[in-house]
Structures are given as structure tokens and as C-alpha cells.
């Protein structure tokens, strides 16, 4: 048995507020882990982000000696992310599908928030990550990006109210303007970070 097991996310890095859930994962190749040692390996050949996230603010909890120097070895050096153009393909096409369905208006409001908070916020960790200054957090990955890709935050809603909105819907309201101004901030981040990735 060679195992890791490991907490992440804002409970890691000290930052959880009331919304915060607690982020942990098994590495072992017995039946029931979240990821066996090969997938590990898999993650690392593209220098996958979540790898990246576990190993600048994962914490170990607990391991056995094999486990600690395996994810230790895993974990330095990690080669530079290889995905970026898929992702702000794929980003970008979320984000259209999102403007479509708000231009229809045949759509759930709130349904389009929660796509597009996410959608904002994982192209925000991947501006973070191309610009040098990794950032993994629920909203200071869009603030950190935002403000490195020089890009103008929307009137009206914050990032903050789009995706509290999301989490707790009781408890706010959002209209459709209001998600769509973020929708054009989301395309302004993806080519931003697609000429940040080509001057690089």
C-alpha cells in the first residue's frame, strides 16, 4: 500500500468562509481511492492545473513513507500546462451557448449564471496560471486575473453577487443584463489569455 491522502482547496490555504465545503482526496492504487498513482502520472504529463493546485496548496494529512516520497517526486517540477488552447475553445464555446440562451431569452436566468460563474472563474485560474502568479481561490482568481490582463470589471454585478448567486439562490436575485455584462468580460479573459499564451 503506497497512499497519500490529502486536503485542498480554501480549508487548505486558510481562506474558507460559510460557503466553503472541504476538499480532500485519496492517491492510492487500492480500490476506493480518488485517483491511483497512474492517474497522477497522467495528470503530470500535461502539467495539469489540479496538479498543479495539490501541489502549491495541498496539504498531506496523512501517508506512508513509500506514499510521501512518490508525491513528493510527482509533485516537483511539474512540466508547464499543455491544454491551453482546448480550454479557451471549450471556455468559448460555453460562453457563446451562455449569450445565445440570455439573447433568447427561453432560458433559467440563474442556470445561466451558474454555467457562466463557473466557466469565469476556471478561465480566471487559467489566466492566473499563464501570467505566472497562480491563483486557485473562488474569487481572487478572477480579481488576480482581471487585474494582471488589464481587464475592465462589468458596472453593476461583481463577480462576487454572479456566483453567490449560484450558491445561494434564495438569497439573491440577478437579471439577465447583469449576466451578460460578465459574459463579455468572459471572452475579453479568454483572448487575453490566448495572446498571453502566444507571447509566451
Known amino acids: 500500500m ?3 491522502r ?5 480549508r487548505a490555504r486558510g481562506d474558507q468562509d460559510g460557503l466553503s465545503d472541504t476538499d480532500h482526496l485519496v492517491i492510492d492504487d487500492e480500490p476506493g481511492a480518488d485517483y491511483s498513482w497512474d492517474d497522477i502520472l497522467r495528470l503530470r504529463s500535461y ?6 493546485h495539490l501541489a502549491l496548496e495541498g496539504v498531506v494529512l496523512d501517508s506512508d513513507e513509500d506514499g510521501a516520497d512518490r508525491w513528493t517526486r510527482l509533485s516537483t517540477s ?5 491544454r491551453v488552447d482546448d480550454d479557451i475553445e471549450s471556455f468559448q464555446t460555453v460562453l457563446t451557448d451562455v449569450q445565445h440562451a440570455l439573447t433568447a431569452r427561453d432560458t433559467d436566468v440563474l442556470f445561466e449564471a451558474s454555467v457562466l460563474a463557473r466557466t469565469v472563474r476556471h478561465a480566471a485560474i487559467l489566466g492566473c496560471h499563464v501570467t505566472g502568479d497562480p491563483n486557485f481561490s473562488r474569487y481572487g482568481a478572477v480579481e488576480k486575473a482581471l487585474i494582471r490582463l488589464q481587464i475592465q470589471r462589468p458596472a453593476g454585478a461583481t463577480f462576487e453577487s454572479l456566483y453567490d448567486a449560484v450558491l445561494r439562490p434564495d438569497d439573491f436575485a440577478l437579471d439577465a443584463s447583469a449576466v451578460d455584462s460578465w459574459v463579455t468580460v468572459g471572452f475579453e479573459l479568454t483572448d487575453r489569455i490566448r495572446q498571453e499564451g502566444v507571447a509566451a
Do not use: D, E, N, R
Open 2 to 4: 503506497t497512499y497519500v
Open 6 to 10: 490529502m486536503l485542498y482547496g480554501s
Open 78 to 82: 511539474l512540466p508547464a500546462y499543455g
Open 47 to 52: 502539467g495539469s492545473l489540479f496538479l498543479w
